[in-house]
C-alpha cells in the first residue's frame, strides 16, 4: 500500500524533530566541552565565540579521569564475559528443553524486571559486606550481571528458537555431543544474539550509578558515573565546562560498540545455514 504525500511528509517531520531531541544533548556537550566556563555561564547555550581544549586537558591531567576510564572498563568487560557465560546455557535450555517448573522460571525472569534495584539495596549492602565483596570489582561486576541476566536469558532464547534443530541433531548423529553441539553449532549462528546480549551488557554496566556509588566506596575503584557525579556541587557550583568533555568522552565507547555491532544485530541468523 502506498502512503499518500501527506502523510508522507507528516511522518518525516516527526521523524525529524525526534532526531533532533536525540541529538541536541550530545551536540549541546560538545559546544560546552570547547568553551570557557565564563562563556558557558554567559551563554548556556550557544556556538563558542574562542575554541579551547582546558576542560580536555583539566580531566585528563587534574582529575583521575582515566583510572575511572580503566575501571569503567574492565567491570563493563567482565560483565558481558560473565553474562554470556551464564545466559546462554540458560537461553539454550529454555529453548530446547522442557523441564518442570519452566513456565514458573519464565514468570520469575519477567517479575524481576518490574521491581526497582533500589528496593533491594540496603539487603545487597549487608550481603555484600558479609562476604567481603564491597570495595572490590567482583562485587560490582555480580551486580550489574544479575540485572542483565533476565533480559539476557529471554533474548537468547528467542535467538536460539529461530535455529533449526535438525542442524544439532545432525551434529549428534556424526557423534558431537550436546555441549559440543551448542558451541560448535548453534553458538556461531547465534552471534547476532550474543552480540546483543553483549551490547545490552555492557551498556547496563557502563551506565549504572547508583550500586557503582554504593558497592564501591573508595576513590581509586569508581566508576565513571560516579565519577561524573563529582562535578556537581563542587565549590557550590556546577563545573559545566570539565563535566561536558568527560561526559562527552565517556558516551564515544558505547556510541562506537554500537555502530560497530548494528549490522549483526539485524543481520538474518540461520541465512544460509541448510542447504
Not at 504525500?5 to 559546544?31: D, E, T
Not at 570547547?34 to 547555550?45: A, L, Q, T, W
Not at 557423534?175 to 544474539?193: S, W
Request: aromatic share 12%; hydrophobic share 55%.
Amino acid at each position: 500500500m502506498r502512503m499518500s504525500p501527506a502523510k508522507r511528509i507528516l511522518l518525516n517531520l516527526v521523524a525529524a524533530v525526534y532526531v533532533v531531541i536525540l541529538v541536541f544533548p550530545v551536540v549541546f556537550m560538545f559546544l560546552n566541552a570547547i568553551r570557557s566556563e565564563g562563556e558557558i555561564m554567559s551563554s548556556p547555550v550557544g556556538l563558542p565565540h574562542v575554541v579551547t581544549g582546558e576542560n580536555f586537558r583539566e580531566i585528563f591531567q587534574e582529575s583521575t579521569f582515566m583510572a575511572n576510564l580503566r575501571n569503567s572498563f574492565a567491570v563493563s568487560g567482565l560483565t558481558v564475559l560473565l553474562t554470556i557465560l551464564v545466559t546462554t546455557p540458560a537461553g539454550y535450555a529454555m529453548s530446547r528443553f522442557r523441564f518442570r517448573g519452566k513456565r514458573l522460571f519464565s514468570t520469575w525472569l519477567l517479575a524481576t524486571q518490574a521491581f526497582p534495584g533500589i528496593v533491594m539495596v540496603l539487603g545487597v549492602f549487608m550481603l555484600f559486606r558479609t562476604y567481603g565483596l564491597l570495595n572490590s570489582y567482583l562485587g560490582l561486576v555480580i551486580m550489574h550481571t544479575s540485572f542483565s541476566i533476565p533480559f539476557s536469558v529471554w533474548l537468547l532464547k528467542g535467538f536460539f528458537d529461530r535455529i533449526p534443530v535438525a542442524l544439532e541433531e545432525a551434529a549428534m548423529i556424526d557423534g558431537c555431543g550436546r555441549a559440543h553441539a551448542l558451541l560448535r553449532i548453534v553458538a556461531p549462528l547465534a552471534v547476532p544474539g550474543l552480540l546483543g546480549v553483549g551490547t545490552f551488557s555492557f551498556l547496563l554496566s557502563w551506565n549504572e550509578f547508583f550500586f557503582a556509588l554504593v558497592i564501591n566506596r573508595a576513590d581509586a575503584l569508581f566508576t565513571l558515573p560516579v565519577f561524573l557525579s563529582r562535578f556537581l556541587g563542587v565549590g557550590g557550583m556546577v563545573r559545566w565546562g570539565p563535566l561536558c568533555a568527560a561526559a562527552l568522552l565517556a558516551t564515544v565507547p558505547a556510541l562506537v560498540l554500537f555502530m560497530l555491532g548494528q549490522r549483526y544485530l539485524v543481520s538474518g541468523l540461520t541465512g544460509g545455514a541448510v542447504k
